[in-house]
């Protein structure tokens, strides 16, 4: 007898939802790994706009949500399944074709490392070393672990990557050649009055700009707080 009032199944939000096999120390390490998307988001662009409100870190992070969107379109459109490791990992009901977690952190290290490279905005002197002892390395890392924890094959991360980086690299051409110019119009608008939105894209050394000016507003008597 079919019971009358079947139980819907359930569908867990997979945001932080990482599956490593017990006991494995390089599954844990890498299950860490695969958030790292997650935390630059959250962590990084969500507290960059609160705290700096650059219009550079804002169109990057535009550029990244574009480039998730366009692998959602990619995925429901081919509907490649995952790797049959997905069973266990209670992640089958979705596709694998191209990896977004590959996508997004190719794009990120593109886009960082051009950004670097051509001296826009910087925060560190030689901030080239981070790009290289840290943000590819967890680019390349994101993606070993995706087929490690087994979310997807060899071919879906690299897809995922070759995609990446392919918007990267264009997202960045479209913002630095045909929308930077429009940057100080953003910072007169009445939104960037509100919001305090800037573009420091000019400066060589951000850190530095910043610390001098806000020593030399020490003892400027406008800028002294009237406690």
């Excluded at 950004?115 to 590819?136: D, E």
Aim: hydrophobic share 45%; charged share 15%; with cysteine.
């Amino acid at each position: 007898m079919s019971d009358p009032h079947p139980i819907p199944s359930l569908k867990a939000v997979t945001l932080t939802h990482v599956r490593y096999q017990r006991g494995d120390q390089l599954g844990h390490f890498l299950a860490w790994i695969s958030l790292v998307p997650v935390f630059i988001s959250l962590g990084g662009f969500f507290s960059h706009f609160i705290f700096r409100r650059e219009l550079q870190g804002i169109f990057f992070a535009l550029g990244l949500l574009i480039s998730q969107f366009i692998n959602e379109i990619i995925k429901t459109s081919v509907q490649q399944a995952r790797p049959e490791t997905c069973a266990l990992l209670e992640m089958c009901d979705s596709h694998g074709w191209p990896s977004s977690h590959s996508q997004y952190m190719f794009f990120f290290a593109v886009y960082f490392t051009l950004l670097t490279h051509y001296r826009i905005g910087a925060l560190f002197r030689n901030q080239m070393w981070i790009v290289g002892l840290v943000v590819w390395p967890l680019a390349v890392l994101t993606l070993y672990s995706r087929v490690y924890l087994g979310y997807h094959t060899v071919a879906q991360v690299f897809a995922g990557a070759a995609l990446g980086a392919v918007l990267g690299g264009g997202w960045f051409w479209v913002v630095n050649n045909l929308l930077r110019c429009h940057f100080p119009a953003i910072e007169e608008s009445a939104f960037g009055r509100m919001f305090y939105v800037k573009d420091t894209s000019h400066i060589p050394n951000v850190l530095k700009f910043e610390y001098e000016n806000a020593r030399a507003a020490r003892k400027h008597v406008s800028y002294k707080r009237s406690d």
